[in-house]
């Protein structure tokens, strides 16, 4: 999904407000939880870079919202509006156009209406969410590191270390 919608005056400054809150930790944990989401980015336009013309200023800055999903649009706006529904307020709300109540039918309409549909998207992989793969990043970082210390334990120690290692990722979501 690809939306561009029209900041309305001081929605860029609300905007940095917003991401200054959010900090350089990464995505809120319950967006990081959502496992339907492969990738989400939010952006401020304010400039057209050159392409072999003079960068143009925008009059009027630009909300870009870029996410990849797996599931159906339905599915996906209903599971991201009740996960994070004050941070959609807050993104969204700085645009033209957005119904704040965030009744999910012309919340819907106001997505679709700024949408730009896409004609082909690349999934490495397809099966996985972005919990799937994290997940299975961190097991290997963690076999990776009983492997290396392997050669210097005891029976007795090797084992506890891999029953811990077991526990610890099975809890993993």
């Not at 809120?28 to 143009?56: M, W």
């Not at 200023?57 to 999903?69: H, I, K, T």
Request: proline share 9%; charged share 25%.
């Amino acid at each position: 999904m690809t939306v561009l919608s029209l900041l309305r005056p001081g929605g860029k400054w609300i905007q940095r407000l917003i991401f200054a809150f959010r900090g350089l930790g990464g995505p809120p944990k319950a967006i990081d939880d959502l496992q339907l989401i492969h990738f989400a980015r939010l952006a401020v336009i304010t400039e057209l870079p050159p392409n072999g013309q003079p960068s143009d200023d925008l009059r009027q800055p630009l909300q870009l919202f870029e996410s990849n999903y797996n599931g159906f649009f339905a599915q996906y706006i209903d599971t991201f509006v009740e996960a994070i529904p004050w941070r959609m307020r807050a993104f969204w709300g700085t645009s033209y156009g957005f119904p704040w109540c965030l009744p999910l039918g012309p919340f819907k309409r106001y997505i679709r209406a700024n949408e730009f549909a896409m004609d082909h998207y690349y999934v490495r992989n397809p099966d996985a969410t972005v919990t799937m793969v994290r997940d299975a990043c961190e097991t290997a970082r963690a076999n990776a590191r009983l492997r290396r210390d392997a050669p210097a334990l005891d029976p007795d120690a090797f084992a506890e270390r891999f029953e811990k290692l077991l526990t610890k990722l099975q809890g993993q979501p």
